[in-house]
């Protein structure tokens, strides 16, 4: 059974802020996940929380410097930028030879819209856990009922949600970007959009009832471009050829640590020339506990993606060299960006931005496979931090209210972020967090304890609790909310 194992970290202390980089204004809470099932990951980012290695923090908006604002693009219904249709026909010529020749680095855009590496330095910082974590082993835990009675392996209690990790359904996904279509089997048929088999359905249809068909025009010749089709503007026989591969790193595939060199030496050259790291806050272990650890666990539904959920990387190889890597975590309703950076001698081929458009592309895809899976999650807007707005250029897209965490539009928050850093996005004052807990929640939190999973209540009431930690548990279900609460084993 798949099961999400957390501590909690109920200090509030202040930290160094990597976009205003005042020494001490940015306050956030934490959790240390020593594992996390994609539902209960997905439902912590739907309340403000965010991963860094496996370390989760949820900024304490209202009284930090940098007020962090969590954002989604729709991706369905996202409508490409004049300057993001540039980069897509830019890069698609660099592949057939018309580009012009590389160079280290470029001048400032004057584009407000392109999310320009160079001038901007826009990135997620590394959240990096100062506390110690207790040693578990997940695979070892005996489960206790309320009447103090140790469970059998047959009759662990039932989780919500939980996906099972099944050899039987594992399929490879592999991204065919000649195309720029994704699929898990290269032999079959590419998919047909709904509206297109609608379409022929009631054309033939039509013909049975003996009408000419022919002289119905197609709007199709004169619908609007789709991000898709930007991408696929390509010859079948480029002079360069791009292949885009999703390999899992946790756990690490076979596929992931043939090229974990290879990967580690681009996130090295982009982190010193891009961002002006020293080479030694770039070492493979630092990379490592940044952007390859994951709590998230492999899993795989009858439901789901071909590749499951978890953590992977996209590696972009372009005849065979490795240019950039996004990382990258597949839930159930999104893909949620963690990171991406690439080889700064392809900078002039705006690869930050290329990247989150191929992303949006790939959400899109497996929501042919999943429909389920609608957004493209990436990370916090920061409307105070001039150089991260960049992520508001990807319409359209919604902010997370941090007081009733609830979605509003990205364009209807603007004029309140404008007034002041901080804002309740929610226009409805009488609107609450449907998700608040009450005390008697609390006592169906699970919780860890010296190897043995009980429920709160029956920890309360054993020798095992020496103090008082009511309200700490307390704040803690508020945070991560009601239904999480009970679904996430919390370490005491």
């Not at 996202?78 to 540039?86: G, L, N, V, Y």
């Not at 009450?438 to 920890?459: A, Q, R």
Request: aromatic share 10%; net charge positive.
């Amino acid at each position: 059974m798949l099961r999400s194992i957390v501590e909690y970290y109920a200090e509030h202390e202040r930290y160094k802020c990597g976009y205003c980089k005042n020494l001490d204004t940015n306050y956030s809470h934490g959790l240390w996940t020593h594992s996390l099932t994609a539902q209960d990951y997905q439902d912590l980012i739907d309340r403000g929380w965010r991963r860094s290695g496996k370390y989760c923090y949820k900024p304490t908006l209202n009284i930090t410097c940098c007020p962090m604002y969590t954002i989604r693009c729709q991706a369905l219904k996202f409508k490409a930028t004049k300057s993001q249709k540039k980069i897509l026909k830019k890069f698609n010529k660099h592949l057939l030879g018309q580009n012009e020749s590389h160079r280290k680095m470029s001048t400032c855009s004057s584009s407000s819209e392109t999310l320009n590496e160079t001038c901007q330095n826009g990135a997620e910082q590394f959240m990096l856990c100062t506390r110690d974590h207790t040693k578990i082993n997940v695979d070892d835990i005996k489960f206790i009922d309320e009447d103090d009675r140790f469970l059998g392996d047959n009759e662990q209690p039932v989780q919500r949600g939980v996906l099972k990790s099944n050899e039987n359904t594992k399929e490879t996904c592999k991204i065919d970007t000649n195309t720029g279509n994704s699929s898990h089997d290269p032999n079959r048929a590419p998919l047909k959009k709904a509206k297109l088999l609608r379409r022929e359905r009631k054309l033939e249809k039509l013909k049975q009832m003996g009408i000419d068909t022919t002289t119905i025009s197609n709007s199709s010749k004169t619908k609007e471009k789709q991000l898709e089709d930007f991408i696929n503007e390509l010859p079948d026989d480029p002079k360069q050829k791009l292949q885009i591969k999703l390999v899992r790193t946790n756990p690490p595939s076979p596929e992931w640590q043939a090229t974990s060199k290879q990967t580690h030496a681009v996130y090295l050259k982009y982190q010193t020339t891009v961002h002006d790291d020293e080479p030694d806050k770039c070492t493979e272990s630092k990379f490592h506990d940044f952007l390859l650890n994951s709590p998230l666990l492999e899993e795989y539904s009858a439901n789901g993606p071909p590749c499951g959920y978890g953590s992977f990387h996209q590696q972009y190889w372009l005849d065979g060299k490795l240019i950039a890597v996004g990382v990258i975590d597949i839930l159930p309703k999104c893909v949620s960006s963690v990171y991406f950076f690439y080889d700064p001698d392809y900078m002039n081929l705006t690869l930050g931005t290329y990247g989150a458009l191929r992303e949006i592309e790939f959400t899109r895809y497996l929501h042919s496979l999943c429909p389920d899976i609608q957004y493209y999650y990436m990370g916090f807007y920061i409307h105070s931090c001039q150089k991260m707005r960049y992520k508001g250029n990807f319409h359209p897209s919604d902010l997370l209210c941090p007081e009733t965490y609830k979605w509003f539009p990205l364009k209807d928050c603007i004029p309140k972020l404008e007034l002041s850093p901080y804002s309740r996005l929610d226009p409805d004052i009488d609107s609450l967090d449907t998700n608040h807990p009450t005390e008697e929640d609390i006592n169906d939190i699970p919780v860890w304890v010296s190897g043995s999973v009980m429920l709160y209540k029956v920890f309360r009431r054993s020798l095992i609790s020496r103090r008082d930690d009511k309200s700490e548990v307390l704040e803690y279900a508020r945070f991560v909310g009601a239904k999480t609460a009970k679904s996430l084993i919390l370490v005491r």
